[in-house]
C-alpha cells in the first residue's frame, strides 16, 4: 500500500526528529560504545574517547536543553593562522601541530564581533554536541547568579541546608552556597581522576542506586578539614549538591532552567543534553553537557558582552558577572565556578581538554574540545596555557 503522508502525520514525523537522531549510528560508533558499556569515562581507552565524548546520549541518561525556534547569526569573518607558533617544551610549534599532539576535534576563535576561525577534526563538526565536562559548573555558576537576579534565591549567602536539610548534622552545616562555588566549604574530598577509589571516580557508584539521596548519604561521612572560606579543594560532589539546591528552590529541573534563562535568551542555534545522575533523576550539576562548540562561544559572547544578548537585550547584570569572577583569598586563580587568567581573563575548563577561555581586555573568546590521552595530565594542560595565551596575542 503506497504511503500517504498527511499534514498530520508529516508534523508528527518533525516532532520526532531530535528523538530518532538520538538513534542514528554508524557501525563503527556503535561497536565503540558496545565495548565502553557502562566502564566510567575516566577509565576509557584513548582510541574510544572521540566517539563516546560525542555520543553520551546513547550511554547515560540525559534530558535536553532546549533551544528557541530562530539561533541569534554568528559573523564570520578570518584571519591566516599559517605562521602563528608557540613555544613549548624548548621547541617551537604550529597550529596544526597542536591540533595534532593534543586531539582537538573543535577549535574556534572570536573576536572583535566576527568568527575567525572554526576547524574541526576527528569525526567532529559544527552540529556535534560534546561532552564539556566541568564546563557544566561554570554554566551552572551563571544559574545561580541568575537566580538571585530573579529572586529565587535571596542570596548566595544562604546556607546549604536551607535547601537540603539532609545535611544539617554534617559538615556542611555552616556552608554557605558561595561557600561550595569557591570550592571552599573545608570538608574533605578527594579528586584524584587517576584513582579508582577517589570521591569524584566514585561518584556514578554512590548515585546509582539512591541518585541524590545515595550522594547525600556519602557526603554526611565527609569530615570537616578547614573552616569555610579557608582552604580551596576542588570538589565535584559539591556541585551536585549546588544543582539539587537550586532545582528545590526554584521548582523546576537544571535543564528547563537553563533553556529559559540562558539557551532561548541567548539564541542558541541547537538542543543540548544535560546527563543525569539516574533516569527521570536530577542532572549531574557539576558535570557533562554536551553541546555543540558554536552554542559554547554564545555563552563566551554573553560574558564578552557584560551580561547581555546578541541583540543587546540584558541577560545578566554585571555586578552577577563580577560575584563569579573575583579572586577568594583561598585561590586567587579561581572565582565561583569560574577559573581567572590574571586580571584580563577567564575560562570554564572540563577534563580531557575542554576550554571556553575568554579574554576580556582583548575581545576574544577560544573555544577547544579535545580528546586528551588522560583526564588531567599536567603536560598537556601547561601546553594548553601557552598555546591559548599566544593566540590571543596573536589576534591582537
Request: charged letters at 20%; aromatic letters at 8%; a negative charge.
Amino acid at each position: 500500500m503506497k504511503q500517504i503522508f498527511t499534514p498530520a502525520k508529516l508534523a508528527l514525523l518533525l516532532s520526532l526528529m531530535p528523538v530518532l537522531e538520538l538513534f542514528a549510528l554508524t557501525d563503527e560508533e556503535a561497536g565503540v560504545l558496545d565495548a565502553i558499556g557502562d566502564t566510567d569515562v575516566l577509565f576509557w581507552e584513548p582510541e574510544q574517547r572521540p566517539i563516546g565524548l560525542r555520543n553520551m546520549h546513547h550511554l547515560k541518561p540525559v534530558r535536553a536543553i532546549m533551544a528557541g525556534e530562530d539561533g541569534s547569526a554568528l559573523p564570520e569573518g578570518s584571519i591566516a593562522l599559517e605562521d602563528f607558533s608557540y613555544p613549548h617544551d624548548e621547541s617551537l610549534f604550529t597550529l596544526d601541530d597542536y591540533l595534532e599532539r593534543n586531539a582537538v576535534t573543535a577549535l574556534l576563535v572570536w573576536s572583535d564581533g566576527e568568527l575567525l576561525t572554526e576547524v574541526y577534526r576527528l569525526g567532529h563538526s559544527a552540529e556535534t554536541r560534546w561532552n564539556g565536562f566541568s564546563i557544566a559548573k561554570s554554566m551552572l555558576g551563571l544559574l545561580l547568579v541568575r537566580a538571585v537576579e530573579l529572586e529565587v534565591l535571596s542570596s548566595l549567602d544562604e546556607p546549604l541546608i536551607n535547601f537540603l536539610p539532609e545535611l544539617r548534622d554534617s559538615a556542611y552545616a555552616e556552608a554557605r552556597l558561595i561557600d561550595l562555588m569557591r570550592m571552599s566549604s573545608g570538608v574533605a574530598w578527594n579528586e584524584d581522576y587517576v584513582d579508582p577509589q577517589s570521591d569524584v571516580s566514585r561518584l556514578a557508584e554512590f548515585t546509582a542506586k539512591g541518585g541524590m539521596d545515595g550522594l547525600i548519604h556519602h557526603m554526611r561521612t565527609l569530615p570537616q578539614v578547614a573552616q569555610p572560606t579557608e582552604l580551596y579543594n576542588y570538589n565535584t560532589g559539591e556541585i551536585y549538591l549546588l544543582g539539587a539546591a537550586l532545582s528545590a528552590a526554584a521548582g523546576k529541573d537544571l535543564s528547563t532552567l537553563l533553556s529559559e534563562w540562558l539557551w532561548q535568551p541567548l539564541g542558541m542555534e541547537s538542543d543540548a543534553w544535560w546527563m543525569l545522575n539516574q533516569p527521570d533523576g536530577l542532572e549531574t550539576a557539576g558535570c557533562c553537557i554536551a553541546a555543540t562548540p558554536r552554542d559554547l562561544l554564545r555563552l563566551g559572547r554573553l560574558v564578552l558582552d557584560n551580561g547581555r544578548a546578541p541583540d543587546g537585550k540584558p541577560i545578566l547584570g554585571i555586578q552577577s558577572l563580577d560575584a563569579l569572577f573575583e579572586p577568594t583569598e583561598a585561590n586567587s586563580r579561581y572565582g565561583a565556578l569560574w577559573f581567572r587568567d590574571g586580571d584580563q581573563a577567564v575560562f570554564a575548563a572540563g577534563i580531557f581538554g575542554q576550554l571556553l577561555y575568554i579574554d576580556l581586555q582583548s575581545d576574544v573568546v577560544v573555544v577547544i574540545n579535545s580528546s586528551w590521552d588522560g583526564a588531567l595530565p599536567p603536560e598537556r594542560a601547561a601546553e594548553r596555557n601557552v598555546f591559548t595565551q599566544r593566540l590571543v596575542e596573536y589576534i591582537r
